[in-house]
């Protein structure tokens, strides 16, 4: 089962909050539930889902900011140890970058400061002089110019774009191995977006960082990688290379997300087609009291007697493709291509004798 | 932008109140001797309760001594109390609130208890008891009790915004890439809080310019030494306000009132620079907004 | 839906029959600072009896101040210093100047013919009131004679409308999800009948289902109830497929407008080009895409000529000076752009001096 090639895997991991609610009463959230990611050097590995899918705090759990309540974290095969050193040594070479890009740099220090301090810590060995040409490296590298312009400027006269490009130069000055990106363009103005996505396409290539690539847009999780896997409600559902995964989705779920996403070059008919029967497709559930079963069970027009009360299997179809769906163990896998997920979620309902009408009067 | 709390009329306003205070502490008895050729102490038969003339400007109290110079003579004694103080009682705050905030946990649970403790201590009531039982031992004393009483307010409003500046994805970052954790706490935490700490030591101050004063009025203080506190007790046991001798704790009581109007305003005005909803509601913003308004219909009016 | 409509027409002239909103030359300033900022800039559109205008564009695009000035919801030190907002009401009236309306007279024109969406429902919400109370509130205020109790009835009736079961109706808004609260706030937004709804960013907060169910909703209750959109977002793919015409805003001034199809098939002014190449593409095959290099102007210190010009890759000799005025293609009536490279028919020169 263990396999060198990997970089950094997490195995079944599952995170459970505690919460106080108003009453005092403590909850569980059920954040994250039997997750698992592999990467590989010179990999990248999109995570998509929506708000509250969990991929957010399995990133965390990557970058240790919380132990994981159940399962474990192998760096290069090896589990973590707890402790100050051990965690400064896994940081040495598993680094996060922040979704905001105006949080993420301390606003009262000069980009110098920030990039030099990182260097002291990282490569004792430099002097003065050797630090202030690696800062310049760096921020060539992240293709910030004049570098040394930058370096003196404060945050706030930079632009998101540019910020967050000094954000990556500071986790590079790490030199890791593994970079876990949590929604890292989802702040920028949309122009500047792709030049960024380039960017971490580059540093992959270029020097063989794994790359965790966190988003809940799935376009762009096919533009900068090669495996897309799908959370939904703490769990996941499918995974695979990202062609397949989006050509034909083999969970439920998958398909909704795709079939929701905007995508101009659908080429449909018309906007009452696209939007036709697509308003009553129901909402993610709570993670405190998540459903039995299938945790997408509610909302699925392919539910069966099987998703109310068992969490599915992990169903292999080549290529690294697997998904958790019962259509797949009970052969009903084919109904997936043939119609799309609002039209069957319509279909049901007339089925189930629910009149649509009577709500839209 | 970092200068630009000097714009605020506000803000400049209070600091110039407040300089005029400090110089006046510093070379205010020498200018009263020197300069006005007053002894603040002496008491002229000659005049007694006098109101204000000529020859003495604030007049005389019931001893004969010249009010215009103990108001000065008092401001060294009550600003001491209250800097000392306010020194102690904002290092305390910090010292307990910033780390409380920024490690959480154990170290938390274990500061806010202290913190808590002071907090609901009867503190007057214990003033009074270790002021009483210290009887005599001067003006430096009480400064001392009154910081070491007073920090617990400040060290819980220092402990949220602590932790609300630790949870900020900028310290997190720089954990993360290895920052050690007193760095982490005197140069990404701190410099974050010295607004907030620069408020409430001028909050501490005025708080301590009128505990002094309120301690000396109950009767603790070092007789000694004129300060404003000394001089409204003076006057209080000299029953000065059923005599008419307003001149006599009107000045001093001033005083006390600009220094507190003079931290107000400035910590005001930092709030309007601070808080962008507060800037939208100025009236120099709403001001030009209407003569561009107007400047816009006249410009429109000639084009048509 | 695609009626030729005239050209520039002098001031006070009757619009197109079917017209709702006719904007024109609309510029609204920041008084900050030692000389006023200019966030939009001459901005004029028409939008015509239930279409639905998309308004696309990035931050400092001036889309955000362009709905504060259309909804009259701005307050210093924004500024309309120029221009008319002209609303031809259903019942055949002529048209009112919102721009010039006081404060009064705006109450009349507010909810009953033109109502907001704003990106967080808790903007509109009041936290404190269960969400009949808050209906209830608006309806009475703009119908005297409704009693507590049909309002409340007509309240549950509005929220199944957009999907939300009528026993909510007694609810508190942070007792509903994210998407219901949004809902919740279109729901209240038709309350009175509108004839345009402006709408600004509803759907950037919520995911890409919700954002599908919400959008269809809309659609639907357009079809049913007749009202016009504006819609205001940075996601251009989303309006691609959403709207009927589209204005892609830069810089304050509006750069390109067209048909959703006419912009899809042909970008031309350069920016829009850019923009639609911002966005993967989820089936079409992948390719190296740059979105466009640079960084939106200062508006504090824009640009000479084109603002568009530091970061266009077709820049010409002349785009530094001359600034292009916003004109209608020859081919196609519908169609405005702002490009040197696409001189107007009439003016042969190309844009003004500045």
């Keep these: 089962m263990s396999d060198d090639s990997y970089v950094l895997e997490a195995r079944n991991v599952s995170k459970h909050f505690t919460v106080r609610g108003a009453a005092g009463r403590a909850r569980v959230v059920r954040a994250v539930e039997d997750a698992s990611v592999a990467l590989r050097p010179g990999g990248v590995l999109a995570l998509v889902g929506e708000s509250g899918s969990g991929k957010t705090t399995l990133a965390r759990l990557l970058a240790r900011f919380h132990p994981p309540t159940e399962g474990e974290i192998l760096l290069r095969g090896e589990p973590l140890r707890r402790g100050r050193r051990a965690a400064r040594a896994y940081h040495a070479e598993v680094q996060l970058i922040f979704q905001d890009p105006f949080g993420s740099l301390n606003p009262l220090h000069r980009v110098r400061y920030t990039l030099d301090r990182t260097l002291r810590l990282h490569e004792p060995g430099l002097d003065r002089a050797g630090r202030r040409r690696r800062v310049v490296e ?18 706030h006269e930079l632009s998101g774009g540019q910020r967050q490009r000094v954000v990556i130069a500071r986790a590079l000055a790490v030199r890791p191995k593994v970079l876990l990106g949590d929604e890292p363009i989802s702040m920028l103005d949309v122009s500047i977006r792709l030049d960024m996505l380039n960017l971490l396409h580059r540093l992959r290539a270029d020097e063989g960082l794994a790359l965790l690539y966190i ?3 799935i376009a762009s999780a096919r533009y900068l990688c090669d495996d897309i896997a799908v959370m939904y409600a703490g769990r996941m559902v499918e995974s695979g ?98 119609t799309t997920f609002a039209s069957a979620v319509a279909a049901t309902r007339g089925a189930d004798g629910v009149a649509r009408q009577e709500s839209a009067r | 932008m970092r200068l630009e709390f000097l714009r605020s009329w506000k803000v400049i306003t209070g600091l110039a109140l407040l300089a005029f205070f400090a110089l006046l502490a510093l070379f205010g008895p020498w200018f009263v001797r020197h300069v006005l050729g007053i002894d603040p102490l002496a008491n002229d038969i000659s005049a007694i309760a006098q109101p204000p ?71 007057l009531p214990l003033i009074l008891i270790v002021a009483g039982y210290l009887r005599g031992t001067g003006l430096w004393v009480i400064a001392l009790v009154i910081g070491v009483f007073g920090w617990s307010g400040a060290a819980r409003t220092l402990r949220a915004q602590a932790l609300s500046v630790s949870s900020r994805d900028f310290v997190r970052a720089m954990r993360m890439v290895g920052e050690r954790s007193h760095r982490l706490i005197f140069f990404e935490v701190l410099p974050h809080l010295t607004g907030l700490i620069a408020s409430m030591f001028l909050h501490a101050m005025i708080g301590a310019v009128l505990a002094e004063a309120g301690l000396a009025f109950l009767g603790i203080s070092d007789a000694s030494v004129v300060s404003w506190g000394t001089m409204i007790q003076s006057a209080q046991d000299q029953s000065a306000v059923l005599r008419g001798l307003w001149w006599w704790f009107v000045p001093p009581g001033l005083c006390i009132a600009l220094i507190g109007t003079a931290a107000s305003l400035v ?24 003569r561009l308004q107007r400047t816009a219909r006249l410009n429109g009016g000639e084009a048509s | ?41 001459d901005v004029s559109f028409t939008l015509r009896r239930g279409e639905i205008l998309g308004v696309a564009g990035e931050s400092g695009s001036g889309k955000s101040t362009l709905i504060t000035a259309l909804t009259r919801l701005q307050r210093p030190p924004a500024v309309t210093t120029a221009g008319q907002i002209l609303f031809h009401g259903r019942d055949g009236a002529p048209p009112v100047d919102l721009a010039a309306l006081d404060a009064k007279r705006l109450r009349r024109y507010r909810w009953t013919s033109l109502s907001i969406v704003m990106q967080s429902a808790m903007d509109a919400l009041n936290p404190v009131m269960r969400l009949g109370a808050q209906f209830a509130d608006v309806l009475r205020a703009h119908d005297r004679t409704l009693t507590r109790k049909l309002a409340w009835a007509r309240a549950a009736e509005l929220l199944t409308l957009v999907g939300i079961s009528a ?27 509108p004839e345009l709804v402006v709408m600004d960013e509803p759907t950037t907060a919520v995911d890409v289902v919700m954002q599908r169910q919400i959008l269809a909703q809309v659609l639907r209750l357009r079809a049913e109830l007749d009202f016009a959109v504006v819609f205001v977002t940075h996601d251009l793919s989303l309006l691609l497929e959403l709207a009927d015409r589209i204005a892609i805003m830069y810089a304050g001034r509006i750069v390109e407008v067209g048909s959703s199809a006419a912009l899809y098939a042909d970008p031309q002014h350069p920016y829009t080009r850019g923009l639609r190449a911002s966005f993967p593409p989820l089936r079409a095959p992948l390719t190296t895409l740059t979105g466009i290099p640079g960084s939106p102007p200062d508006l504090r210190d824009p640009p000479p000529g084109c603002p568009f010009h530091p970061r266009c890759a077709l820049r010409t000799s002349g785009c530094d000076t001359h600034l292009p005025p916003l004109v209608r293609a020859a081919a196609d009536p519908d169609r405005q752009v702002a490009c040197l490279l696409h001189p107007s028919p009439q003016d042969p020169t190309g844009g003004e001096q500045r």
């Excluded at chain 1, 036709?276 to 709570?286: F, I, N, V």
């Excluded at chain 2, 020194?87 to 959480?104: H, R």
């Excluded at chain 3, 709702?20 to 000389?35: C, F, I, K, N, P």
Aim: a neutral charge; charged letters at 20%; glycine letters at 10%.
């Design chain 1, 138 to 155: 760096l921020l060539e590298r992240v293709s910030l110019s004049p570098a040394a312009e930058v370096a003196e400027k404060f945050p």
């Design chain 1, 215 to 217: 988003t809940h847009d």
């Design chain 1, 241 to 338: 290379p990202r062609e397949r995964l989006i050509g034909a989705p083999q969970h439920p779920y998958t398909k909704l997300l795709v079939e929701s996403s905007p995508d101009p070059e659908r080429g449909a008919a018309g906007r009452d087609e696209l939007f036709g029967d697509a308003d009553q497709l129901g909402e993610p559930p709570s993670l405190i009291d998540p459903p039995d079963g299938c945790r997408f069970h509610p909302r699925c027009p392919f539910a069966m007697a099987e998703c109310r009360t068992q969490s599915p299997p992990r169903t292999e179809l080549g290529d690294g493709h697997w998904t958790h769906c019962w259509l797949h163990q009970k052969g009903r896998a084919g109904e997936l291509a043939g």
């Design chain 2, 53 to 123: 003339s000529g020859a003495h400007l604030l007049g005389t109290n019931q001893f004969g001594q010249d009010v215009l110079g103990q108001v000065i003579e008092g401001t060294r004694a009550s600003m001491s109390v209250g800097l000392l103080a306010a020194t102690i009682g904002t290092a305390l705050a910090v010292l307990v609130g910033v780390p409380a905030g920024y490690f959480g946990g154990r170290i938390d649970t274990a500061l806010n208890f202290v913190t808590n403790l002071f907090l609901v201590m009867p503190v």
């Design chain 2, 267 to 290: 910590n005001f005005g930092m709030d309007e620079l601070a808080n962008p909803k507060l800037r939208a509601a100025r009236s120099t913003t709403v001001r030009r907004a209407r």
């Design chain 3, 1 to 41: 839906m695609t009626a030729p409509t005239e050209q520039r027409r002098p001031p006070g002239a009757p619009a197109a029959a079917g017209t709702v909103l006719d904007v024109r030359g609309l510029t609204v300033e920041y008084a900050t600072g030692q000389s006023p900022v200019r966030a939009c800039v």
């Design chain 3, 167 to 193: 026993d909510r109706v007694r609810d508190y808004p942070h007792q509903l999800s994210g998407g219901m609260r949004q809902r919740a706030a279109i729901a209240l937004a038709l309350a009175c009948g």
